[in-house]
């Protein structure tokens, strides 16, 4: 096990702790609180937010004004040779004014795990976005092809506690949508009225929605 210790010196004694699809208020003086995944502790005073290492699931220890990061964790089973080689860790502090939602402190999280790909090329236009949202509370955590056809599935979550009326636009021509379980099997269908489908939110839900695209 390697871990990485931090003294936090919080003047404010409850702290945000932010897990996948969600967020959670800890005391610091209370029990020892574990978080895993691409999360960190976002202090109220400090305004600063640890990101976890890249396309990794770590551990959170926190108790009192102790933060451990455990960076890796190698296991002698089933294999006795996990893990073994040369690892890279790399983990961010993000100073921020206001709280977690007013520091856009999941889009940030998002922005350092999952970096933009850049690739050079002649641009149709000057500006343009396949999917996007009216609600900064909303993350679009997930775009693929559905698992049994060749519709387009989108996988939505509310981060940051909120109720909120979405319009989710696509950017290209959709002929029908429907909303799905986390398995892709059929809820309800949506209305698409030029391009953009509408629905409630609530707080820390996921939503799964697969589009059928217009063939031209």
């Known amino acids: 096990m390697i871990d990485q210790q931090f003294r ?32 960190g502790p976002d202090s109220p005073k400090i305004r600063q937010r640890l990101m976890a290492p890249q396309g990794s699931f770590v551990r959170f220890f926190i108790q009192d004004s102790d933060m451990v990061l455990s960076l890796l964790r190698s296991a002698d089973f089933p294999s006795d040779s996990c ?16 709280g977690i939602k007013e520091g ?28 996007h949202t009216n609600c900064d509370n909303i993350v679009i955590d997930t775009v693929k092809k559905s698992e049994d056809g060749e519709e387009i599935v989108l996988r939505i979550f509310e981060t940051y506690n909120t109720v909120n009326d979405v319009v989710l ?8 949508c429907e909303e799905t379980d986390l398995l892709e099997r059929h809820l309800e269908d949506l209305p698409v009225t030029d391009g953009q489908i509408r629905f ?13 695209c217009k063939h031209k």
């Open 200 to 212: 409630t939110i609530h707080p820390y839900e996921i939503k799964t929605y697969k589009v059928t």
């Open 104 to 131: 856009r402190v999941a889009q940030a999280g998002y922005e350092a795990n999952v970096p933009l790909l850049v690739q050079a090329g002649k641009a149709a236009r000057d500006e343009h976005s396949y999917i």
């Open 169 to 176: 636009t696509m950017g290209f021509s959709v002929d029908s």
């Open 8 to 39: 936090v010196y919080a003047e404010h004694p409850v702290q945000h702790i932010l897990i996948r699809f969600r967020n959670a208020l800890h005391r610091v003086d209370s029990r020892p609180l574990q978080a895993f995944g691409n999360a």
């Open 83 to 98: 893990d073994k080689g040369v690892h890279t860790f790399s983990y961010w502090f993000y100073p921020h004014d206001g």
